[in-house]
């Protein structure tokens, strides 16, 4: 019904900057909270930020809140993820996903996810 796609992922050094974007198409008649999990070869998927459909509610876990911020995109069903003072334990493949609840994404058990972007922190 709806697919994502994420963009942006690269090979940049520690202390580096990136942004993520991800976008929804096909059937997108309602709004959708969105977010990002991670996941890093040999390690479990990891929630990372979640925001709701209006911008609201805005979070990011622990381990990258104070570098990492999550936002609307100027498409109705987008989403980006500002990445600041990257470091090497931020090497993953990004995943977005998107559900009708910002709960159901938080936990990520959403039905919608995309194919995922790449980031690599070299040191």
């Known amino acids: 019904q709806v697919q994502l796609v994420e963009s942006g992922g690269g090979l940049v050094q520690a202390g580096d900057s990136l942004r993520l974007s991800c976008a929804a198409s096909g059937r997108t008649t309602y709004t959708y909270a969105m977010g990002w999990f991670r996941q890093a070869p040999g390690k479990e998927r990891e929630f990372v930020a979640a925001?709701?459909?209006?911008?609201?509610?805005?979070y990011c876990a622990d381990s990258v809140k104070g570098r990492f911020t999550i936002s609307r995109g100027t498409a109705k069903n987008s989403v980006s993820l500002q990445m600041n003072s990257l470091q090497s334990e931020d090497t993953a493949n990004y995943y977005c996903?998107?559900?009708?609840?910002?709960?159901?994404?938080?936990?990520?058990?959403?039905?919608?996810w995309g194919r995922g972007t790449q980031v690599t922190v070299s040191s």
């Open positions: 925001i709701n459909w209006n911008g609201g509610t805005p």
């Open positions: 996903t998107a559900a009708l609840q910002i709960s159901i994404v938080k936990v990520g058990t959403a039905s919608n």
